[in-house]
């Protein structure tokens, strides 16, 4: 039992915000090792509903009266200091941790525990990997950041010592991991709201690496100069990947089908294991693909069934996920939010069968789309039509510094067509009286306009 639990009876955690996908995983697996669980948040949801399902009582909104005699408060970032359960707990003298000290405790249960790095492409490496180690045979505890179809949502709990999870970045959280296998897939300037600067950014992945013990491994993006500047750092067992050059595990011979579907050889040390091919489209999950074939190379996974995971493997919802059909154009949904997630998205998109490619952007959080507003305004070249909508705030408040018609203003000094139109209702009302046959509309970020796509296709 970790952190000094009670033995002599069944734990009691309360989670404050326990509706988010990283809390409500960590709550399904203390569920699952015989805790009593209870929980919180602002509004009910399909994920909390399980939760109940599965023996947790989670209530409606925060309050004092939540706080009855927990044994533990687990909270998240995203949960103020005057939340009034947390200061109900503080005052009661009831333990407090946030979210990630509590995974980094879990992982310490596990001798094999897998943590993936970096600003993109975390939910689909984690998901390969866990599937991977599934198919395997090797029952692993998986947590991911997002619906995963083959596990059921985006937690499964197994028995053996293998656990695979996302390790966020975001005010350093994943310092307060145990991993055994650490991948960084790329470093990118995000979170500005709380890094000063590259620099500070680069350390906290120096920091991460480190984390790694003698024995352990970590798995690089060979074509990042910054990691391989921390992979000298290292005195850990360490694998690079790459589309090529020297590193050690590598993609050879690429190609695309007609669906943008990407086939490649695996060669790991001048090693020919045998051809992959994607069901998902787009070079980065090449990328994302290797990281998890280093993985399985590490467990020593037979390539068939690395092969075989790949087969069947069409991805996780809202990382290019097609929603269906309105009137001949296609509608498809990616979780996308950082500028070089939309550049891969619609560089993806365009290997995809298409007349005209739309995408319908709503930005993430106020200092994201301030901070990188000069990059966004580049990473939209590839789609011929763009609509922009309100700022999704996430976890901020609007201080009134930034708008999306800012994004819009800059997009069209690019020579692009962009448009701003705040109601979701009239963002399909006009895509239904523009759109044409064989048209490709993307929604795209991380807030919730995955409904507009289910807007257009129910309607149809």
Known sequence: MFLDLPQDRKPHIHFVGIGGISMSGIAHILLKKGYKVTGSDTSLSKITERLVAEGAHVYKGHSRDHITSPDLVVYTSAVGENNPELLSAREKGINTVDRAFLLGKLMEEFKYSVAVAGAHGKTTTTSMISLILYNAGLDPTILIGGELDQVGGNVRTGSSPYFITEACEYKENFLKFHPYIAIILNIDADHLDYYKNMAHIKSAFTRFARLVPGNGWVILYKGDPRLMEIKSLLACNVITYGTGGDADLKADNLTFDDRGYPGFDLIYRNHHMGRINLKIPGEHNVL????????????????????????????????????????????????????????????????????????????????????????????????????????????????????????VNEINRKGKDAVYIPAFEDIVLYLSRNLREGDLVLTVGAGNIYRIGEMLVEGD
């Open 288 to 407: 994302n693909a290797l990281a998890a074939c280093a993985a399985a190379i590490i467990f020593d996974i037979d390539f068939d069934v690395i092969k075989k995971t790949f087969d069947g493997f069409t991805g996780t919802h809202r990382r290019f996920e097609i929603k269906g059909n309105f009137r001949g154009a296609t509608i498809i949904d990616d979780y996308a939010h950082h500028p070089a997630e939309i550049r891969a998205t619609l560089k993806a998109a365009g290997k995809y069968p298409h007349n005209r490619i739309w995408c319908v952007f709503q930005p993430h959080t106020y200092t994201r789309t301030k901070f990188l507003l000069k990059d966004f305004s580049h990473s939209f070249n590839q789609a011929d039509k763009i609509i922009v909508t309100d700022i999704y705030a996430a976890r901020e408040k609007n201080t009134g510094d930034i708008h999306s018609t800012d994004l």
